[in-house]
């Protein structure tokens, strides 16, 4: 009697537990695996920078036009064309959006970091056409 109420209820229990635990970790990663594509230094200004905004997590406008949540399924192509726009968005100084700026000042990267995103940007391979 007693093996069988184990069977019954502790088993599928701890099935189900067991299977919460590894769900979350896997959610986690899927996370922060997002942006390991990105060389450190770039990935440090852009999570400093930029997330707030251009993720899963950010505006519609903003998500929809670069979305660092989805960086590592970009083509190589899309991938060096939005780290191009990236460099020209942050030269003209239009990224984060002056409303932004205004608001955070500490969202604002600085020349070394926006010279970090020119050498990256510059860095993909050119493409063969
Ligand atoms: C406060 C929110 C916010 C932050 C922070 C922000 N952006 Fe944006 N970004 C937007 C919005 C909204 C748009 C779409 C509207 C537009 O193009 O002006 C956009 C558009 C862009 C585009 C244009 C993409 C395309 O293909 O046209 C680039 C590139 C970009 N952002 C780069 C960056 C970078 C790099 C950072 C960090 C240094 C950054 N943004 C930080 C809100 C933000």
Avoid at 46 to 59: K, L, M
Wanted: aromatic share 8%; proline share 8%.
């Amino acid at each position: 009697m007693k093996k069988t109420v184990i069977a019954l209820f502790i088993v599928p229990g701890f099935l189900i537990f067991s299977l919460s635990l590894l769900s979350f970790p896997a959610n986690a990663q899927e996370a922060s695996k997002a942006l390991t594509s990105l060389p450190d230094s770039v990935n440090k200004i852009v999570i400093a920078s930029c997330t707030p905004c251009h993720t899963n997590e950010g505006g519609l406008m903003s998500k929809s036009k670069l979305n660092f949540t989805e960086w590592t399924s970009y083509s190589p192509e899309k991938q060096k064309e939005k780290a191009a726009k990236m460099y020209s968005e942050l030269n003209k100084g239009a990224m984060p959006p002056k409303a932004a700026r205004e608001k955070s000042p500490g969202l604002i990267p600085t020349k070394e970091q926006i010279d970090i995103i020119k050498k990256w940007s510059e860095s993909f391979p050119s493409d063969n056409k």
